[in-house]
């Protein structure tokens, strides 16, 4: 194994995860969205690589449509910065499409090009976590991710999203197969819309009956890490971010710090960092 091997831009980062799904739709923008307030809400540095090449959802997540990702001087990408504190930047094709809101249909050569370019020029800086959020499946984009950070010796493992409908053993299987064959660690698996959050009451229901994640978890001898229901309120601060933003100047971390699956993800983010071997996350923030 050689340390010539690591893109120089990902040396001074800590702690690489990804965020994985068997399915489309299961919330895994959401979880590393979640997975990256959470972070930042602890001090930490975050960063985050949409892969996700077909349907880039982060840069409308992170309140950040109209980032630009300008070039460094050694033609490098800076990538969009969520403010001046520097705390949350993005690297996402989204930014870098003309026409906006449109997704791209590539063939694998062209997609894992860009992958390989993302991760050798991405200017991230010193940062405490990168977060790789992944598209469904294990497609061309997964293998040219596993190729690129064969020898990197920060990457933590993945994190596997699922949702009780999907209490689907066998996509969480294939997930699970293709982190054994690449050698990425499974840190755990994320139940998402576990039930409901009632905006009257913030009673929480399971409509779908308790439970299912962890079994699955445990059938398949895996860390549970924990659920998160569906929240009408974490929607709309997702839809209202920009404009609250612009008219209260509340950031996200602000706005989601008083949204009830802020207190639940904040367990989940613990037992990640725990079971990264991540002492307890309470460490000290990257010095600049
Ligand atoms: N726990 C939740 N509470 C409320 N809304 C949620 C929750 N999880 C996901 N959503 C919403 O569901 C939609 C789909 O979620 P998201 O985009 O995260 O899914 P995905 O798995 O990344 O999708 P894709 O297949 O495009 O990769 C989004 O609008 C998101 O805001
Ligand atoms: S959880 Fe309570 S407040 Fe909410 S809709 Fe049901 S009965 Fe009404």
Redesign the pocket.
């Known amino acids: 194994m050689s340390s010539e091997e690591v893109p120089k831009s990902l040396k001074k980062i800590k702690h690489i995860i990804l965020v994985l799904?068997g399915?489309?739709?299961?919330?895994?923008?959401?979880?590393?969205?979640?997975l990256a307030l959470s972070l930042i809400q602890k001090n930490y540095k975050v960063g985050v690589l949409d892969i996700?090449l077909t349907?880039p959802?982060l840069p409308r997540?992170l309140g950040l449509e109209n980032g630009k990702v300008h070039q460094s001087s050694n033609n490098g990408w800076i990538p969009v910065f969520y403010d001046q504190s520097q705390q949350l930047s993005l690297m996402s094709l989204g930014f870098l499409l003309n026409d906006r809101g449109n997704s791209v249909v590539w063939r694998g050569p062209k997609k894992t090009a860009m992958i390989k370019q993302f991760l050798k020029d991405v200017e991230w800086g010193s940062l405490d976590y990168l977060l790789i959020?992944t598209?469904?499946g294990t497609s061309d984009e997964h293998i040219a991710i596993a190729e690129e950070l064969r020898y990197c010796t920060n990457v933590e493992g993945a994190v596997i999203?699922t949702t009780p409908q999907l209490v689907s053993i066998n996509d969480v299987k294939k997930e699970i197969n293709f982190c054994k064959k690449v050698n990425f660690k499974v840190l755990g698996v994320v139940e998402?819309?576990?039930g409901f959050?009632c905006p009257h009451c913030e009673e929480c229901t399971n409509i779908f009956g308790a439970g299912g994640g962890k079994k699955l978890a445990e059938e398949v001898q895996l860390p549970y890490l924990g659920n998160?229901?569906?929240?009408?309120?974490?929607?709309d601060i997702?839809e209202k971010q920009t404009e609250l933003r612009k008219t209260e100047g509340k950031t996200l971390v602000d706005l989601y710090s008083g949204c009830r699956?802020s207190t639940m993800f904040a367990e989940i983010t613990d037992k990640v960092l725990l079971n990264a071997g991540i002492e307890d996350g309470t460490a000290m923030q990257t010095d600049n």
Do not use: H
Not at 23 to 34: A, D
Not at 228 to 235: A, E, K, R, S
């Open positions: 799904s399915k489309g739709g299961v919330g895994k923008s959401s979880i590393t969205t979640q996700d349907g959802s997540m959020d598209p469904p999203v998402n819309m576990s959050i998160v229901p569906i929240d009408p309120n974490f929607v997702i699956l």
